[in-house]
């Protein structure tokens, strides 16, 4: 087992933020600090987690196990529960429900919860147990109805094609429609997986009577975590949602405090050179009202405030009436992207929240709403971030000398061939192909220089034909390269299969293919596995040799 350690700045598609976040200097984490007050390299988080009340941990214990139990969570998962029950603080991660569980990224965040909650019980001497919030209120239908995998020729995208023709929370939306659908998809997933033993989990999880992708997405991952003891808990119900509504009853009342506070903040944060990840804007508010159709569904619609009034859904409401809902139906009311983990930290003692790096960025803005709402902000830790090597891919990679860096690079297969080409070429050729080259970036350096010498004119037309006489080598280099493509079939066919495998689709492997096709490969203890590689020791992008 190999495992390699990359900056984070070389992963494609990072933003300026999350760079800074991971990697910055001592410049950049004083500007940060204003944002993110706690340093999320170092154990002190660790040591300031919150109490919560002896009759709030009552009930959300209970409220807990009852899910547990539901999911046919481990005893290990139980005995977690009863740890909060009884002081224990909390690392927090969550994310939407998707289909057979979506991609890896679901697998690193829990098993970054798993170690971070073990490294802090050791580093505080307090019980830190790990959650997995499922993010079942959310009503992006088409990002949480389909799983990629990886084919020897493609990657393949699985759907339910569920449809909803309004906006309704995902969690509670049933997997079969009676369309046969749900069928195709897991033979079709079974096949894909080889019918190893997790082919039979997904079919005793989402072919269940009632299945909904809340719910059987719950009892996966519960099963992928049950030796860890992962509590994975659906907040959607009255329980929980009673549990945090202090929260929602001020993101009521201080509507327009809060407003104004993440206006600022978001204007801060560009002052600064960063990007604002929720666009705020005047009316809106952190909250969705969920009411019932006229065919009993549950449709999630946003509130607005406009006029001293609110509206959602064609509907208007007053603050009282909200309010009242809230008193009586706590459930009806969801929070928004920057008010969500707000929430979720009212209800837990959360010692951290280990984030992606969209969260990370909600994170600077949210923190604003931590201080007015709950007068402290949780520390966000970054998830364990990392690349899985098979074993043929890992072996195909070295005998071609490809850096993983080299292969974000190429971006497209076609492109990696051509390195794979020039790489393959015979010694003589290279050392022409250099020499020249070398030589005539040389004397082109000095000419331009003697050209703008002579006139500013001169120089700019020397510098345009150098470019065009540069442009034309390398021409000729890549053509060598097709040239040895061509001859050694192979090569595009490691190139693709490094590709489809890494790099698919020009996205992180982490982000498309799913993580159960890794655990049909590699069993039960990939799990375990992650959990090792997500301490603190690499802060970037890690790449992992199976």
């Known amino acids: 087992m190999q495992a390699e350690c990359y900056p984070i700045s070389s992963v494609p598609g990072t933003t300026k933020l999350f760079r800074d976040f991971a990697e910055g200097g001592a410049e950049s984490a004083r500007v940060l600090r204003r944002w993110y007050p706690h340093e999320p390299f170092s154990m002190e988080w660790a040591k300031q987690a919150p109490e919560l009340s002896a009759g709030h941990r009552e009930k959300l214990a209970n409220a807990l196990r009852a899910q547990v139990i539901e999911f046919s ?21 969550g ?16 098993a970054t919860a798993v170690r971070k909650a073990q490294d802090a019980t050791y580093a505080s001497g307090r019980e830190h147990v790990p959650v997995f919030w499922l993010a079942t209120e959310d009503h992006d239908l088409v990002e949480a109805d389909q799983v990629a ?15 909803a023709d309004q906006p309704r929370p995902v969690g509670n939306i049933p997997v079969d429609d009676g369309s046969g659908a749900l069928t195709a998809a897991l033979e079709r997933a079974s096949e894909l997986l080889e ?12 072919a269940a009577p009632h299945a909904t992708l809340a719910n059987a997405f719950g009892k996966l991952l519960t099963r992928l975590f049950a030796k860890q003891g992962l509590v994975v808990m659906d ?34 944060l560009e002052d ?17 009202l969920i009411s019932t159709n006229e065919v009993g569904e549950r449709v999630r619609y946003s509130l607005r405030r406009i006029a001293g009034e609110w509206k959602a859904g064609g509907k208007t409401y007053s603050t009282a009436e909200l309010l009242a809902i ?4 706590p459930e009806r009311l969801s929070p928004n992207a920057l008010l969500r983990a707000v929430f979720q930290d009212a209800i837990f003692p959360t010692a951290a929240y280990v984030a992606g790096p969209a969260e990370v960025a909600y994170f600077a803005q949210s923190s604003v709403v931590y201080e007015k709402i709950l007068g402290r902000v949780t520390p966000v830790l970054p998830r364990l971030s990392a690349t899985l090597l098979e ?25 990696l061939a051509l390195r794979l080409g020039a790489r393959a070429m015979p010694i003589e050729g290279k050392r022409k192909i250099a020499a020249v080259g070398n030589a005539m970036d040389a004397e082109l350096t000095a000419l331009t220089e003697y050209m703008g010498s002579l006139s500013g004119d001169l120089g700019r037309a020397a510098d345009v034909s150098s470019n065009k006489m540069r442009y034309q080598m390398n021409r000729l280099r890549r053509m060598a390269a097709a040239f040895e493509v061509q001859k050694e079939a192979s090569l595009k066919k490691h190139a693709a299969a490094i590709m489809l495998s890494v790099f698919p689709d020009g996205h992180l492997q982490e982000r498309v293919l799913a993580g159960v096709g890794f655990v049909a490969r590699h069993g039960e203890g990939l799990a375990e596995l992650l959990v090792e590689h997500a301490g603190q020791e690499c802060p970037g992008h890690r790449v992992i040799t199976l």
Request: proline share 2%; net charge neutral.
């Open 235 to 268: 907040a959607s119900t009255r329980a929980f949602h009673a549990l945090g509504a202090t929260v929602l009853r001020k993101a009521i009342e201080q509507a327009k405090e809060l407003e104004t506070a993440l206006i600022t903040r978001s204007k801060n």
């Open 326 to 329: 809230l008193e009586s139906e």
């Open 95 to 110: 994310q939407q429900v998707a289909l057979f569980g979506g991609p890896l990224l679901t697998l690193l965040k829990a």
């Open 195 to 206: 019918w190893a033993p997790v082919a039979d989990w997904l079919r005793e999880f989402y």
């Open 391 to 415: 074993p043929a891919i890992a072996q195909t990679m070295a005998a071609h000398e490809v850096s993983l860096q080299q292969v974000f690079e190429a971006k497209t297969a076609d492109e």
């Open 149 to 163: 995998f990886a084919t020897k020729q493609a990657v393949e995208t699985i759907k339910l094609e569920l449809r």
């Open 272 to 288: 600064a050179g960063y990007h604002a990840q929720v666009k705020v804007e005047a009316a809106m508010s952190l909250l969705f």
């Open 73 to 93: 969570g481990s005893e290990a998962a139980l005995a977690n529960v009863e740890k909060l029950r009884n002081g224990a603080a909390a690392v927090v991660t």
